[in-house]
């Protein structure tokens, strides 16, 4: 029962990706980071990740939809800036897990909810809702 959901919606100008929101949520507090709230959009994914080195989430897995084929790209640069111990676990090119470990003790693990829901967030959301979306 120790799981996060977060998520990271994004934008193309000029032909480039880039995040401008991260949505976190523990199953009690909702937290979003914006972009016009920081400098650039590495300090919002920073923040975003520091919320979550907490004492409180350590063990947590953090789910992301599709994070092995699209939120890593985003998230990597951050994480490997916020700490020295992170472990993955690949297969067939995509990340199963991630861990992160933080203040010499504590772990977070990154997850592909893709993984296990192979269907879009829209398709699980009706689906979950009785086809009322």
């Known amino acids: 029962k ?16 880039t995040s401008y929101c991260v949505s976190i949520y ?15 959009e590495k300090d919002m994914l920073r923040e975003s990740i520091k919320y979550l080195m907490k004492r409180k989430y350590d063990n ?5 939809h599709n994070f092995s084929r699209f939120d890593a790209v985003f998230l990597l640069t951050v994480m490997t800036d916020l700490s020295d111990k992170i472990n ?12 992160l470990e933080f203040a010499e003790k504590y772990t977070l693990y990154f997850r592909d ?21």
Do not use: W
Not at 26 to 40: A, H, I, P, V
Not at 116 to 133: D, E, M, N, Y
């Open 88 to 99: 993955p676990v690949l297969r067939d090119g995509r990340y199963i897990d991630l861990r």
């Open 60 to 64: 947590y897995k953090v789910y992301l």
């Open 113 to 133: 909810s893709l993984l296990l829901l192979p269907s879009s967030l829209r398709s699980l959301a009706k689906k979950f809702l009785g086809g009322k979306i």
């Open 26 to 40: 523990d199953g009690q507090n909702f937290k979003s980071f914006y972009l016009t709230d920081f400098e650039n």
């Open 2 to 17: 120790k799981f996060i959901t977060m998520d990271l919606e994004t934008r193309t100008i000029n032909e480039e990706m």
